[in-house]
């Protein structure tokens, strides 16, 4: 519980955007990360709330289409059908974030299927949405 009576209000996607603007790479993953595991401890009939609001853009096209990407992930995994923001949103050069070898190799074949269709190539391990 945060003090001063202040309720807690988990991280939606598009405050999510509005925090990866002007923030190096590092910084990036970690607020992912957060907003992963936050999501993940919210009950699944609260969950589509997050993916609602479409997040402004981030400065960086890649992130752009990542945010749509994971919002349709985790959606589809819920079950459900994907916020309709995310439906705009492609790259045309294929994007590794994690770009060595051996994380391109993973990332081609484990990358799941919202992240591919959008030119997004990172495994479902490095989100760390087991």
């Known amino acids: 519980m945060r003090g001063h ?14 925090l990866l603007v002007g923030v190096d790479e590092t910084r990036r993953w970690r607020l992912v990360a957060e907003f992963l595991e936050e999501y993940r401890w919210e ?42 923001w995310a439906d705009t949103r492609s790259l045309r050069r294929f994007w590794f974030p994690f770009n060595t070898r051996a994380a391109r190799v993973d ?3 484990h990358a799941p299927a919202a992240f591919r269709r959008r030119g997004v ?10």
Not at 5 to 18: C, D, F, H, I, S
Not at 48 to 56: A, G, M, S, V
Request: net charge negative; no cysteine.
């Open 121 to 130: 190539y990172v495994s479902a391990q490095e989100l760390n949405v087991a």
């Open 43 to 84: 009950p699944p009939e609260q969950r589509p709330t997050l993916l609602t609001d479409e997040p402004t853009p981030t400065g960086d096209a890649h992130w752009d289409v990542f945010l749509a990407a994971l919002a349709e992930h985790l959606a589809t995994k819920d079950g459900r059908g994907a916020p309709a």
């Open 107 to 109: 990332a081609v074949v």
């Open 5 to 18: 009576g202040a309720k807690y209000e988990p991280l939606t996607v598009a405050r999510l955007g509005a």
